[in-house]
């Protein structure tokens, strides 16, 4: 039965790869490293947009003191795209982010594909990869998925 429903894209697997994605960045947001831990492959591999490689233990430590809501006043996630094949997920998204630098507002966008593998029954993250992204490409604003603003996430506009 889990089988059928990784490839019905309309089913509850699309549902499950989203809040999966929702988790990811709401551990990072919050620095929940054990949470984080969680959803990560025993071979998980981070590759960065200078195309270093950290493994999991290194992306682990990173990822305890990373975001830091007095210097992140700004993060969304949006351009939300999900394919499944077979086994795998790929989760496909974009981060706007507002940064003080400085004293000043400094704006960018990162894409990133967090690569899913299915095995014994569950979903665990194998692969994160993080690409800059150019103005010119930024994905608008109508795509925002989610809202954080100074580390807290922002209800949902009906």
């Known amino acids: 039965m889990q089988h ?4 019905d894209p309309s089913g509850g697997t699309m ?12 551990n990072f947001v919050t620095r929940d490293v054990a949470a984080h831990d969680a959803l990560l492959h025993p071979d998980f591999i981070n590759i960065w947009p200078t ?28 351009d939300e795209l999900i394919t499944v094949i077979g086994d795998v997920a790929l989760v ?7 940064r003080r630098r400085d004293g000043n507002e400094v704006t960018g966008m990162t894409m990133y594909t967090d690569t899913y593998l299915f095995e014994n029954g ?23 998925v989610s809202v954080y ?10």
């Open 51 to 78: 195309g270093q490689r950290w493994d999991r233990a290194t992306y682990l430590k990173y990822w305890a003191t990373a975001f830091d809501p007095d210097v992140v006043v700004y993060w969304d996630v949006r």
């Open 4 to 7: 059928a429903l990784r490839n």
């Open 15 to 26: 549902d499950e790869l989203r809040a999966l994605n929702a988790r990811f960045i709401h």
């Open 149 to 158: 603003i100074e580390g807290t996430l922002q209800p949902r506009a009906n």
């Open 92 to 98: 496909r998204s974009t981060n706007k982010h507002i």
């Open 122 to 144: 569950v979903w665990k993250c194998i692969q994160a990869q993080l690409t800059a992204v150019a103005p010119e490409h930024y994905p608008a604003d109508d795509t925002i």
